[in-house]
Structure formats: structure tokens, C-alpha cells
């Protein structure tokens, strides 16, 4: 027919909707946050398995103190590592305590308010909540809200321990 040359069948298009478009980004945004945590959890446990467990009976008489004052029942580990630089409070099950090295200095009233700090956030299961928190934060990473609301949490719970441990009495 003459108009056969104006009608050609147009090949479909297969463009990608909308949706898939932003539901890949929000994956990978959150598939590079959850990755993040894994490797600090996995360097956090190597830090666990390579420190040495703290043996100073001044130490660990200043242990069972923190522990008895706070009359919490918990098993804790009190390990030293080069790996960190202040001390912190890591693991749910089997908490330990991470001193860095240079803490075999410390005067004897420095090491009960860390001990007693640090117990505070084992008592009050800080770390697992910390946990929670950046698993949300890795689900709604393209909120500012929820960034905010994870450094918030960090702030409020080292101010909740240190407002435990001065209300115990230390100076």
C-alpha cells in the first residue's frame, strides 16, 4: 500500500521503572552501611582475640569492687589490647572490657571510675542497643534523622554512665 513506508512497527522499549531505580539505591546505600558495621565487628572481635587478659591483682580487685558496688552479676573480661585507645565495652553474651595499654599507668582512682563506667554500659546493655541502632540507622540511611538519632544515642549513653558513676559517689 503507499502508506506501508509510514507505518514500521517501533520496537519496544524496555526501560527500567522508577521504583527498581530507587529501590537499588536505597539497597546498596544500605548494603554499604551493614558492611561497614560487619568489618568493625569483625575488627572489633579480632581486637578481642588478640588482647591479653589483664592478670594485676590491683586490677582485678578494683574489678570485683565496680562489680560488687554496681551489684551487678555478670561475668565480665577485663582484657588489654594496643588496639584501642580508650576503653570500651564491647560483646553481649560474654562482655569484656578493652583497656588500651597504656593503662597499666593509671592511678588507682582512675581505674575504679573507668571500671565503674564501663560496667555501667554492661548493666545497662548499651552496646547491643548501640548495635540495634546502627542497623536502623543502615534501613533508613537516607534519613538525617537517623544519623542524628544514632550520635545522639552514643552522646546520651556516655552521659547516662558518667551521671551512674558520679551519683555512686566518685569524684
Known amino acids: ?18 521504583q527498581t531505580w530507587v529501590l537499588a539505591i536505597w539497597a546498596l546505600g544500605a548494603a554499604v552501611l551493614i558492611a561497614r558495621l ?7 572481635s579480632a581486637a578481642v582475640r588478640q588482647a591479653q587478659t589483664v592478670t594485676d591483682p590491683r586490677w582485678l580487685r578494683h574489678l570485683d569492687r565496680a562489680l560488687a558496688r554496681l551489684s551487678c552479676r555478670r561475668k565480665v573480661r577485663l582484657l588489654v589490647t ?12 560474654r562482655p569484656a572490657i578493652l583497656l588500651p595499654v ?8 582512675r581505674r575504679q571510675a573507668v571500671l565503674l ?7 545497662r546493655f548499651d552496646w547491643p542497643a548501640r548495635m540495634i541502632a546502627r542497623i ?11 544519623w542524628w538519632a544514632v550520635r545522639r544515642l552514643d552522646l546520651e549513653q556516655e552521659l547516662a554512665c558518667d551521671e551512674e558513676v558520679l551519683a555512686l559517689g566518685t569524684g
Open 1 to 18: 500500500t503507499p502508506n506501508s513506508d509510514l507505518i514500521r512497527p517501533v520496537p519496544p522499549t524496555r526501560s527500567i521503572p522508577w
Open 38 to 44: 560487619g568489618l568493625g565487628l569483625w575488627r572489633v
Open 82 to 93: 594496643d588496639q584501642v585507645e580508650i576503653p570500651a565495652t564491647v560483646g553481649v553474651f
Open 102 to 109: 597504656r593503662a597499666a599507668t593509671w592511678l588507682d582512682d
Open 117 to 123: 563506667h564501663e560496667l555501667v554500659h554492661v548493666a
Open 136 to 146: 536502623t540507622r543502615a534501613a533508613y540511611w537516607f534519613n538525617p534523622l537517623a
